[in-house]
């Protein structure tokens, strides 16, 4: 029986908040020395220290293309991006990395031959005019940030790359991923990240969205599994390829806090909403993503009380050894 041919794996945008936690879960299952790490970062976060790691730029298609030749990949995570807060303080900037850098990984994947790709998407795709709850697959796709603008234009464009040149890309429009790995790194969602490494390290939290602000959210090991479930799925059994909604569990800003208060009954939180209110007020409260259940079987396996619970064993562990890093 013929052994199935080694992947060889390109991540960008590996030092981010999914590329941190995916890339070492990728070399657990290909081997270190087959997954490429890269970042716009010349530093090194520890946890990809133990396989190959390059800077790479996703702006410039040259230096993909050298890479994707050097290191004969045949199979592309495309993580990098600037998220919705950062993007709007920077819009032309988010243009520039998140359109730039996803039309050139698929022209240099179409000229290289690469077998899969994985370019995620977001609930920042959906806009006001979407329906906030129960979100539908397909439905209206009017964002109001740059962030958003992107990636609807990123689903299209995928989407155009699968029925021309009939490349296999997958993608899956991730709601606001929770993970102890990173530290927050300019979404909308990130108070539900800041706000556990606050109750550890003071026992209070300051949140930029209002107490009964509602968004969809997924714990990381879900968002992991999502991923390369998707990713490990039958090509032939997909009916849509670059925009899946996922869903993991929906919650506001004030369950979050109370869940907390369970574990840490003195902990205390203030809401004090600012710009990213109206952001998070043009998102969904919650996602139907029955399309993923029936294409791929997706189901997560978190949900507010066992994430909450997890989260807080974790960091506890951390600051106790000294490496909170908050």
């Known amino acids: ?3 199935p041919p080694t992947e060889h794996i390109l991540v960008t945008g590996a030092a981010g908040q999914i590329g941190t936690e995916l ?5 657990e299952k290909y081997g270190p020395d087959n997954v490429l790490a890269t970042d716009i970062k ?3 976060p520890s946890v990809l220290r133990d396989g190959p790691y390059e800077v790479l730029d ?6 993909i293309e050298k890479t994707i030749q050097s290191h004969d990949i045949t199979v592309i995570y ?5 998220l919705s807060a950062v993007g709007e303080n920077q819009p032309q900037l988010a243009w520039g990395v998140n359109m730039g850098g996803t039309h050139n990984i698929l022209e240099a994947a179409r000229e290289t031959g690469i077998r899969r790709i994985f370019i995620p998407s977001s609930i920042a795709a959906f806009g006001p005019e979407t329906p906030r709850d129960g979100t539908p697959q397909e439905t209206v796709l009017r964002p109001r ?4 603008v992107t990636k609807v234009a990123g689903e299209l464009l995928c989407d155009y790359y699968v029925r021309k040149y009939g490349l296999d890309i997958r993608g899956c429009r991730y709601p606001g991923i929770i993970s102890h790995q990173a530290l927050p790194g300019g979404g909308t969602t990130d108070y539900a990240v800041a706000i556990f490494y606050e109750a550890i390290q003071y026992g209070h939290y300051t949140c930029f969205v209002k107490e009964d602000t509602m968004l969809p959210m997924m714990y990381m090991p879900d968002c992991l599994k999502a991923t390369m479930d998707l990713m490990d799925a039958g090509f032939e059994k997909l009916e849509h390829h670059s925009d899946f909604n996922i869903a993991g569990m929906s919650f506001t800003a004030g369950e979050l806090a109370a869940q907390i ?3 840490i009954p003195e902990f205390t939180c203030e809401f004090q909403p600012d710009y990213r209110q109206n952001i998070a007020d043009s998102w969904p409260r919650s996602i139907d993503d029955s399309a993923a259940r029936d294409e791929w079987g997706w189901t997560p396996e978190y949900d507010l009380a066992a994430m909450t619970e997890d989260m807080l064993r974790v960091l506890r562990e951390r600051k106790e ?3 909170l890093g908050y």
């Open 1 to 3: 029986m013929t052994e």
């Open 261 to 263: 208060r369970r574990h």
């Open 145 to 148: 940030t740059m962030y958003g």
């Open 321 to 323: 050894a000294g490496t």
């Open 78 to 82: 495309h993580m990098s991006a600037i």
């Open 58 to 63: 996703v702006t410039s298609r040259r230096n």
């Open 42 to 44: 010349p530093l090194v």
């Open 23 to 27: 890339v070492p879960r990728l070399r």
